[in-house]
């Protein structure tokens, strides 16, 4: 079964700084889908950023950039110039092809300090 | 157009006693999901469903059951609520399994007494 790993269960950074969240994941399959989630205060799960597996270009939404390395199964979130906003829990997840659900890591807390 | 909606948004129940969780979605999606978000546990997959009229059993099923009699509308039930079915519970749906991206309901906190 495909797991989802997020080492840092909580990170801080300056506002305007950049903060990089982790995330690996393991799996036999060769396509794929990758996700980054982004659950704020209000608890309401927000979809950030989305990458196929199958294209080399990594995925950019405005401030939030990925950097997927298919070899080593890494997909890191890059937030740039960072917002109080920001403030959240972000959980990646994987989706496998198939009729299979999202398997979700445990989410990594950001703190934005003023 | 509302997206993914759930009732009610917040409920005590005393332990033994039953209830529903209503969601709804407006999108047309075929697949829906019910989770439960606990501290330091992430999002844990309880049923989910392909389609109108079928359900299947995600990581952590039991104690609930499911229903989707319609396509927009996935029920989660907890027939003898316990304790440890405290909870934030959260719907969702997809236009397809695992590719198409996830989008959630507001969530439903359940204290169980």
């Known amino acids: 079964a495909q797991t989802v790993t997020q080492s840092q269960p909580e990170m801080s950074v300056q506002e305007a700084e950049t903060v990089t969240l982790s995330c690996t994941y393991d799996?036999?399959?060769?396509?794929?889908?990758l996700f980054w989630y982004k659950q704020p205060p209000s608890r309401q799960m927000i979809l950030v950023i989305r990458?196929?597996?199958?294209?080399?270009q990594n995925a950019t939404e405005n401030r939030f950039s990925v950097n997927f390395q298919k070899a080593a199964k890494s997909f890191s979130l890059k937030i740039s110039d960072s917002q109080l906003g920001d403030a959240a829990m972000y959980f990646c997840?994987?989706?496998?092809?198939?009729?299979?659900?999202?398997?979700f890591g445990k989410g990594t807390r950001l703190s934005v300090i003023a | 157009n509302a997206g993914v909606t759930q009732t009610p948004k917040f409920r005590v129940l005393k332990t033994g006693q039953s209830m529903t969780l209503l969601c709804a979605q407006d999108?047309?999606?075929?697949?829906m999901y019910w989770y439960r978000q606990d501290p330091g546990m992430g999002l844990r997959l309880i049923h989910y469903?392909?389609?109108?009229?079928?359900?299947a059993k995600g990581e952590v099923p039991d104690g609930y059951n499911v229903s989707r009699l319609k396509k927009q509308n996935f029920l989660l039930g907890l027939e003898s609520a316990a304790p440890s079915q405290t909870s934030v519970y959260f719907c969702?749906?997809?236009?397809?399994?695992?590719?198409?991206?996830?989008?959630f309901g507001p969530g439903t906190r359940l204290l169980v007494l």
């Open positions: 969702a749906s997809s236009y397809s399994t695992g590719r198409g991206a996830q989008y």
């Open positions: 799996t036999s399959e060769s396509d794929y889908y």
């Open positions: 990458q196929e597996a199958y294209k080399q």
């Open positions: 997840a994987y989706a496998g092809s198939g009729n299979t659900p999202l398997v």
């Open positions: 999108m047309n999606h075929e697949y």
């Open positions: 469903s392909v389609g109108e009229g079928t359900t």
